[in-house]
Protein backbone atom coordinates (compact mmCIF):
# COMPACT_ATOMS: atom_id res chain seq x y z
CA UNK A 1 0.00 0.00 0.00
CA UNK A 2 1.54 3.81 -1.34
CA UNK A 3 1.76 6.01 1.41
CA UNK A 4 -1.20 8.39 0.16
CA UNK A 5 -3.38 5.35 0.49
CA UNK A 6 -2.58 4.64 4.12
CA UNK A 7 -2.60 8.33 4.89
CA UNK A 8 -6.19 7.97 3.28
CA UNK A 9 -7.42 4.79 5.17
CA UNK A 10 -5.99 6.35 8.86
CA UNK A 11 -7.91 9.29 7.85
CA UNK A 12 -10.69 7.33 6.76
CA UNK A 13 -10.71 5.63 10.43
CA UNK A 14 -10.28 8.86 12.44
CA UNK A 15 -13.30 10.88 10.84
CA UNK A 16 -15.40 7.31 11.73
CA UNK A 17 -13.84 7.57 15.17
CA UNK A 18 -14.86 11.02 16.20
CA UNK A 19 -17.98 10.26 14.39
CA UNK A 20 -18.80 7.37 16.33
CA UNK A 21 -17.29 9.45 19.36
CA UNK A 22 -19.93 12.67 18.59
CA UNK A 23 -23.07 9.89 18.12
CA UNK A 24 -22.34 8.94 21.57
CA UNK A 25 -21.75 11.83 23.23
CA UNK A 26 -25.13 13.06 21.64
CA UNK A 27 -26.73 10.00 22.42
CA UNK A 28 -25.43 10.71 26.51
CA UNK A 29 -27.09 14.29 25.96
CA UNK A 30 -30.57 13.06 24.97
CA UNK A 31 -30.51 10.37 27.30
CA UNK A 32 -29.71 12.85 30.37
CA UNK A 33 -32.00 15.41 29.12
CA UNK A 34 -35.00 12.38 29.17
CA UNK A 35 -33.95 12.32 32.96
CA UNK A 36 -33.63 15.83 33.56
CA UNK A 37 -37.26 16.18 32.25
CA UNK A 38 -38.64 13.11 33.84
CA UNK A 39 -37.69 14.55 37.31
CA UNK A 40 -39.27 17.83 36.51
CA UNK A 41 -42.24 16.80 35.47
CA UNK A 42 -42.38 14.46 38.43
CA UNK A 43 -41.59 17.49 40.73
CA UNK A 44 -44.28 19.48 38.88
CA UNK A 45 -47.23 16.69 39.33
CA UNK A 46 -46.75 16.45 43.38
CA UNK A 47 -46.42 20.38 43.78
CA UNK A 48 -50.07 20.30 41.55
CA UNK A 49 -51.28 17.65 43.63
CA UNK A 50 -50.28 18.67 47.32
CA UNK A 51 -50.38 22.74 46.58
CA UNK A 52 -46.95 24.95 45.64
CA UNK A 53 -48.32 27.62 48.00
CA UNK A 54 -48.80 25.18 50.89
CA UNK A 55 -45.57 23.53 50.76
CA UNK A 56 -43.91 27.70 49.88
CA UNK A 57 -45.66 28.58 53.22
CA UNK A 58 -43.99 25.66 54.61
CA UNK A 59 -40.62 26.90 53.36
CA UNK A 60 -40.96 29.89 55.56
CA UNK A 61 -41.34 28.51 58.78
CA UNK A 62 -38.37 28.99 61.17
CA UNK A 63 -37.49 26.35 63.58
CA UNK A 64 -40.55 25.00 65.55
CA UNK A 65 -38.57 22.73 67.73
CA UNK A 66 -39.33 24.35 71.06
CA UNK A 67 -43.05 23.86 70.29
CA UNK A 68 -42.45 20.37 71.35
CA UNK A 69 -41.48 19.48 75.12
CA UNK A 70 -37.92 17.94 75.14
CA UNK A 71 -37.50 14.34 74.60
CA UNK A 72 -41.13 14.21 73.64
CA UNK A 73 -42.88 13.47 70.24
CA UNK A 74 -46.22 13.97 68.74
CA UNK A 75 -48.14 10.83 67.90
CA UNK A 76 -51.78 10.99 66.68
CA UNK A 77 -53.77 7.64 66.46
CA UNK A 78 -56.76 7.60 64.80
CA UNK A 79 -60.21 5.55 63.37
CA UNK A 80 -63.00 5.47 61.35
CA UNK A 81 -66.70 3.69 60.50
CA UNK A 82 -66.04 3.28 57.66
CA UNK A 83 -63.43 6.29 56.13
CA UNK A 84 -61.48 9.30 56.90
CA UNK A 85 -58.85 11.51 55.95
CA UNK A 86 -56.64 14.25 58.43
CA UNK A 87 -54.32 17.51 58.29
CA UNK A 88 -53.19 19.23 60.62
CA UNK A 89 -52.49 23.19 59.32
CA UNK A 90 -53.92 22.24 56.11
CA UNK A 91 -51.09 19.46 55.33
CA UNK A 92 -52.30 15.81 54.81
CA UNK A 93 -51.62 13.38 57.78
CA UNK A 94 -53.13 10.32 56.46
CA UNK A 95 -56.44 8.11 55.78
CA UNK A 96 -58.09 5.06 57.29
CA UNK A 97 -60.54 2.48 57.01
CA UNK A 98 -62.05 0.34 60.02
CA UNK A 99 -58.48 0.23 60.85
CA UNK A 100 -56.70 2.47 63.85
CA UNK A 101 -53.59 4.08 62.57
CA UNK A 102 -50.70 5.72 64.50
CA UNK A 103 -48.74 8.54 62.64
CA UNK A 104 -45.77 10.76 64.28
CA UNK A 105 -46.47 14.02 63.28
CA UNK A 106 -42.44 16.04 62.92
CA UNK A 107 -42.46 19.21 64.98
CA UNK A 108 -41.73 20.89 61.81
CA UNK A 109 -45.57 21.24 61.07
CA UNK A 110 -46.35 22.58 64.47
CA UNK A 111 -47.59 26.28 64.47
CA UNK A 112 -48.24 28.46 67.92
CA UNK A 113 -51.94 28.04 66.79
CA UNK A 114 -52.76 24.62 65.51
CA UNK A 115 -56.06 23.11 63.69
CA UNK A 116 -56.49 19.55 63.48
CA UNK A 117 -59.13 18.44 60.63
CA UNK A 118 -60.95 15.17 59.87
CA UNK A 119 -63.23 14.50 56.61
CA UNK A 120 -64.95 11.80 57.71
CA UNK A 121 -67.41 9.56 55.33
CA UNK A 122 -69.73 6.10 55.42
CA UNK A 123 -69.88 3.66 52.72
CA UNK A 124 -71.65 0.52 54.30
CA UNK A 125 -74.83 1.92 56.19
CA UNK A 126 -73.97 -0.10 59.00
CA UNK A 127 -72.57 2.49 61.58
CA UNK A 128 -70.71 6.06 61.51
CA UNK A 129 -68.09 6.89 64.04
CA UNK A 130 -64.41 8.60 64.54
CA UNK A 131 -62.23 8.39 66.97
CA UNK A 132 -58.53 9.88 67.43
CA UNK A 133 -56.21 10.98 70.13
CA UNK A 134 -53.48 13.35 70.16
CA UNK A 135 -50.82 12.08 72.76
CA UNK A 136 -46.98 13.46 73.57
CA UNK A 137 -45.19 10.22 73.77
CA UNK A 138 -42.02 10.30 76.21
CA UNK A 139 -38.34 8.19 75.31
CA UNK A 140 -40.05 5.17 77.40
CA UNK A 141 -43.31 5.13 75.06
CA UNK A 142 -45.44 6.88 77.52
CA UNK A 143 -48.28 8.67 76.61
CA UNK A 144 -49.46 11.80 77.72
CA UNK A 145 -53.10 12.97 76.64
CA UNK A 146 -53.09 16.24 74.58
CA UNK A 147 -56.83 16.26 73.32
CA UNK A 148 -59.17 13.32 72.17
CA UNK A 149 -62.34 13.15 70.59
CA UNK A 150 -65.83 13.10 73.08
CA UNK A 151 -64.06 15.68 75.33
CA UNK A 152 -66.06 18.32 73.88
CA UNK A 153 -62.89 19.58 72.33
CA UNK A 154 -64.55 18.54 68.80
CA UNK A 155 -66.50 20.78 66.00
CA UNK A 156 -69.35 19.56 63.44
CA UNK A 157 -70.46 22.18 61.31
CA UNK A 158 -70.70 24.93 63.98
CA UNK A 159 -71.55 22.54 66.91
CA UNK A 160 -69.86 20.25 69.73
CA UNK A 161 -69.43 16.69 67.76
CA UNK A 162 -71.96 14.05 70.01
CA UNK A 163 -70.87 10.95 71.54
CA UNK A 164 -72.41 7.45 69.92
CA UNK A 165 -73.35 4.41 70.76
CA UNK A 166 -71.39 1.94 68.95
CA UNK A 167 -72.84 -1.93 69.16
CA UNK A 168 -69.69 -3.32 67.75
CA UNK A 169 -66.52 -3.80 68.94
CA UNK A 170 -63.77 -0.42 68.98
CA UNK A 171 -59.96 -0.02 69.07
CA UNK A 172 -58.57 0.76 72.05
CA UNK A 173 -57.48 4.31 71.85
CA UNK A 174 -56.77 5.75 75.35
CA UNK A 175 -59.55 8.08 76.63
CA UNK A 176 -61.37 8.33 73.07
CA UNK A 177 -64.75 7.76 72.46
CA UNK A 178 -66.58 7.69 69.59
CA UNK A 179 -68.26 10.78 67.62
CA UNK A 180 -70.37 11.93 64.54
CA UNK A 181 -72.54 15.29 63.66
CA UNK A 182 -76.34 15.50 64.35
CA UNK A 183 -76.95 12.70 61.47
CA UNK A 184 -76.05 9.21 60.83
CA UNK A 185 -74.03 8.32 57.74
CA UNK A 186 -73.23 10.78 55.07
CA UNK A 187 -70.20 13.10 54.90
CA UNK A 188 -68.66 15.46 57.80
CA UNK A 189 -66.11 17.68 58.88
CA UNK A 190 -65.09 17.63 62.48
CA UNK A 191 -62.19 19.96 63.69
CA UNK A 192 -60.24 20.39 66.99
CA UNK A 193 -57.83 23.09 68.01
CA UNK A 194 -54.82 23.37 70.19
CA UNK A 195 -51.89 25.30 70.59
CA UNK A 196 -48.29 25.44 72.26
CA UNK A 197 -49.97 25.81 75.86
CA UNK A 198 -51.42 22.93 75.91
CA UNK A 199 -48.39 20.78 74.95
CA UNK A 200 -47.11 22.37 77.78
CA UNK A 201 -49.74 21.27 79.94
CA UNK A 202 -50.00 18.21 78.58
CA UNK A 203 -46.30 17.12 79.16
CA UNK A 204 -47.07 17.80 83.19
CA UNK A 205 -49.86 15.07 83.38
CA UNK A 206 -49.07 11.58 84.37
CA UNK A 207 -48.75 9.14 81.94
CA UNK A 208 -51.21 7.07 80.80
CA UNK A 209 -52.32 3.95 82.21
CA UNK A 210 -51.19 1.12 80.07
CA UNK A 211 -50.50 0.72 76.70
CA UNK A 212 -53.02 1.22 73.92
CA UNK A 213 -53.95 -1.56 71.34
CA UNK A 214 -52.33 -2.45 68.33
CA UNK A 215 -52.50 0.08 65.80
CA UNK A 216 -51.03 0.81 62.12
CA UNK A 217 -47.54 2.62 61.86
CA UNK A 218 -47.52 5.32 58.99
CA UNK A 219 -45.53 8.12 58.32
CA UNK A 220 -47.36 11.59 57.64
CA UNK A 221 -47.96 11.54 54.29
CA UNK A 222 -46.80 15.47 53.27
CA UNK A 223 -43.80 14.45 55.31
CA UNK A 224 -43.37 11.95 52.65
CA UNK A 225 -44.36 14.45 50.06
CA UNK A 226 -41.68 17.04 51.27
CA UNK A 227 -39.06 14.35 51.17
CA UNK A 228 -39.76 13.53 47.78
CA UNK A 229 -39.93 17.29 46.50
CA UNK A 230 -36.04 17.18 48.16
CA UNK A 231 -34.75 13.98 46.86
CA UNK A 232 -35.78 14.96 43.17
CA UNK A 233 -34.76 18.73 43.70
CA UNK A 234 -31.63 17.35 44.20
CA UNK A 235 -31.46 14.80 40.97
CA UNK A 236 -32.27 17.32 38.94
CA UNK A 237 -29.40 19.98 40.43
CA UNK A 238 -26.86 17.19 39.36
CA UNK A 239 -28.50 16.22 35.68
CA UNK A 240 -28.25 20.04 35.09
CA UNK A 241 -24.55 19.97 36.00
CA UNK A 242 -24.08 17.19 33.92
CA UNK A 243 -25.99 19.23 30.85
CA UNK A 244 -24.10 22.16 31.28
CA UNK A 245 -20.69 20.61 31.25
CA UNK A 246 -21.91 18.59 27.99
CA UNK A 247 -23.16 22.22 26.30
CA UNK A 248 -21.70 22.91 23.19
CA UNK A 249 -22.78 25.76 20.72
CA UNK A 250 -25.34 26.19 19.55
CA UNK A 251 -26.35 25.77 23.18
CA UNK A 252 -29.66 23.53 24.33
CA UNK A 253 -32.77 25.02 24.60
CA UNK A 254 -34.32 24.92 28.36
CA UNK A 255 -38.21 24.12 28.23
CA UNK A 256 -40.47 27.18 29.11
CA UNK A 257 -43.79 26.05 29.46
CA UNK A 258 -44.67 25.78 25.98
CA UNK A 259 -43.19 27.44 22.34
CA UNK A 260 -45.59 28.50 19.97
CA UNK A 261 -48.85 26.72 20.53
CA UNK A 262 -50.32 25.92 24.46
CA UNK A 263 -51.14 22.34 23.27
CA UNK A 264 -46.84 21.86 22.61
CA UNK A 265 -45.54 19.70 25.61
CA UNK A 266 -48.32 19.91 27.49
CA UNK A 267 -49.68 17.31 30.33
CA UNK A 268 -53.38 16.83 29.08
CA UNK A 269 -56.15 17.95 31.15
CA UNK A 270 -53.50 19.25 33.76
CA UNK A 271 -52.34 22.16 31.35
CA UNK A 272 -48.89 23.22 30.35
CA UNK A 273 -45.74 22.17 32.63
CA UNK A 274 -45.21 25.17 34.86
CA UNK A 275 -41.38 23.78 35.50
CA UNK A 276 -40.61 27.82 36.47
CA UNK A 277 -43.20 27.80 39.24
CA UNK A 278 -42.77 24.03 40.45
CA UNK A 279 -39.04 24.30 40.58
CA UNK A 280 -39.46 27.47 42.50
CA UNK A 281 -41.61 25.66 45.48
CA UNK A 282 -38.87 22.72 45.35
CA UNK A 283 -35.34 24.77 45.54
CA UNK A 284 -37.07 26.80 48.61
CA UNK A 285 -38.16 23.06 49.90
CA UNK A 286 -34.80 22.02 49.56
CA UNK A 287 -33.06 24.94 51.05
CA UNK A 288 -35.47 24.98 54.09
CA UNK A 289 -34.75 20.66 54.73
CA UNK A 290 -30.82 21.07 54.67
CA UNK A 291 -30.87 21.70 58.47
CA UNK A 292 -33.67 19.07 59.20
CA UNK A 293 -32.83 16.35 60.70
CA UNK A 294 -32.02 13.22 58.89
CA UNK A 295 -34.56 10.86 60.28
CA UNK A 296 -37.50 13.84 59.32
CA UNK A 297 -36.28 13.34 55.87
CA UNK A 298 -36.06 10.01 55.52
CA UNK A 299 -37.99 8.44 52.59
CA UNK A 300 -40.52 6.02 53.23
CA UNK A 301 -43.23 4.33 51.11
CA UNK A 302 -45.97 2.05 53.00
CA UNK A 303 -47.85 -0.19 51.88
CA UNK A 304 -51.93 1.73 51.90
CA UNK A 305 -54.98 0.34 52.29
CA UNK A 306 -57.49 1.42 49.13
CA UNK A 307 -60.17 3.77 50.38
CA UNK A 308 -63.89 3.40 48.31
CA UNK A 309 -63.70 7.17 48.01
CA UNK A 310 -66.57 10.10 48.63
CA UNK A 311 -68.05 8.55 45.82
CA UNK A 312 -69.66 5.84 47.74
CA UNK A 313 -70.88 7.92 50.57
CA UNK A 314 -73.92 6.75 52.49
CA UNK A 315 -77.02 9.42 52.47
CA UNK A 316 -77.15 11.07 55.78
CA UNK A 317 -80.30 9.94 58.38
CA UNK A 318 -81.77 11.49 60.97
CA UNK A 319 -81.06 9.67 64.40
CA UNK A 320 -83.89 9.53 67.48
CA UNK A 321 -81.38 9.13 70.11
CA UNK A 322 -77.42 9.36 70.81
CA UNK A 323 -77.59 8.03 74.28
CA UNK A 324 -73.93 6.66 74.65
CA UNK A 325 -73.82 3.41 76.53
CA UNK A 326 -71.28 0.43 77.11
CA UNK A 327 -69.04 -0.11 74.44
CA UNK A 328 -66.45 -3.56 73.50
CA UNK A 329 -63.05 -1.86 73.43
CA UNK A 330 -60.17 -3.97 72.53
CA UNK A 331 -56.54 -3.58 72.58
CA UNK A 332 -56.39 -6.51 69.98
CA UNK A 333 -58.83 -5.09 67.91
CA UNK A 334 -59.62 -5.99 64.03
CA UNK A 335 -61.26 -4.36 61.28
CA UNK A 336 -64.61 -6.16 60.02
CA UNK A 337 -64.41 -7.95 56.33
CA UNK A 338 -65.46 -5.79 53.84
CA UNK A 339 -68.95 -5.22 53.58
CA UNK A 340 -71.86 -3.77 51.52
CA UNK A 341 -71.99 -0.05 50.13
CA UNK A 342 -74.44 2.53 49.06
CA UNK A 343 -73.94 1.07 45.37
CA UNK A 344 -75.35 -2.14 46.05
CA UNK A 345 -72.20 -4.10 46.65
CA UNK A 346 -72.45 -7.08 48.82
CA UNK A 347 -75.31 -7.59 51.40
CA UNK A 348 -78.59 -6.69 49.16
CA UNK A 349 -81.61 -5.16 51.51
CA UNK A 350 -85.58 -4.71 50.73
CA UNK A 351 -87.59 -1.65 51.11
CA UNK A 352 -86.87 0.98 52.85
CA UNK A 353 -83.42 -0.54 53.68
CA UNK A 354 -84.89 -3.23 55.97
CA UNK A 355 -82.81 -7.16 55.41
CA UNK A 356 -84.12 -9.37 53.43
CA UNK A 357 -87.16 -11.30 54.46
CA UNK A 358 -86.89 -15.49 55.17
CA UNK A 359 -88.92 -15.85 51.93
CA UNK A 360 -86.54 -14.56 49.60
CA UNK A 361 -83.60 -16.06 51.67
CA UNK A 362 -85.20 -19.62 50.74
CA UNK A 363 -85.98 -18.75 47.47
CA UNK A 364 -82.40 -17.43 46.66
CA UNK A 365 -81.06 -20.95 48.39
CA UNK A 366 -83.47 -23.54 45.97
CA UNK A 367 -81.96 -26.61 44.69
CA UNK A 368 -82.58 -26.97 41.01
CA UNK A 369 -85.21 -30.22 42.04
CA UNK A 370 -87.29 -27.83 43.84
CA UNK A 371 -86.92 -25.22 40.65
CA UNK A 372 -87.78 -28.23 38.07
CA UNK A 373 -90.96 -29.13 40.53
CA UNK A 374 -91.88 -25.37 40.42
CA UNK A 375 -91.42 -25.02 36.66
CA UNK A 376 -93.38 -28.55 35.57
CA UNK A 377 -96.55 -27.01 38.03
CA UNK A 378 -96.58 -23.95 36.18
CA UNK A 379 -96.30 -25.70 32.85
CA UNK A 380 -99.17 -28.04 34.32
CA UNK A 381 -101.69 -24.76 35.24
CA UNK A 382 -100.79 -23.58 31.82
CA UNK A 383 -101.98 -26.59 30.49
CA UNK A 384 -105.68 -26.58 32.27
CA UNK A 385 -106.19 -23.01 31.15
CA UNK A 386 -105.40 -23.40 28.00
CA UNK A 387 -107.55 -26.21 27.11
CA UNK A 388 -110.43 -24.65 28.95
CA UNK A 389 -110.22 -21.43 26.49
CA UNK A 390 -110.02 -23.76 23.36
CA UNK A 391 -113.27 -25.31 24.56
CA UNK A 392 -115.04 -22.24 25.07
CA UNK A 393 -113.51 -20.87 21.85
CA UNK A 394 -114.57 -23.99 19.55
CA UNK A 395 -118.37 -24.30 21.54
CA UNK A 396 -121.24 -23.50 19.46
CA UNK A 397 -122.87 -20.34 20.11
CA UNK A 398 -127.04 -20.19 20.87
CA UNK A 399 -129.30 -17.29 19.13
CA UNK A 400 -132.80 -16.85 19.75
Not at 16 to 39: E, K
Not at 214 to 232: D, F, G, I, K, Y
Not at 378 to 396: C, E, M
Request: proline share 5%; hydrophobic share 40%; charged share 25%.
Amino acid sequence: MSGSARWMHWLAWAVCGVGWASAAAADDVVALRQQYNQVSASIDTLVRLYGGDKLRELAKQKDNSRLLPANSKLVLIFWADDEAELYLNGHRIGETRLTPTRVEIPVVYLLRSNVLRAHCWDTDRVESGFMAGLYLQDSRGRLRKVLATGAGRWWVAGQRAEPRFYSHSLPDIPGAEVIWGTKLFGEIELEARFDAAQLARAARRRPLAGAPGTARHQPMETHLVVSRLVHLQKQRDELAQKLQARRRSPQDVLYQGFVRRRLAFSLGKASKLAEVESIDAAKKLLAWTEALPAPERELIFPKKQALKGTSHIVPQRATASTAPGEADRRRDYAPPAVRGSAKGEGRSTGPGGQEPSARSIRLGRSTPWELWGIATGLLFYLGVVSRQWWKLFRAKGWTS
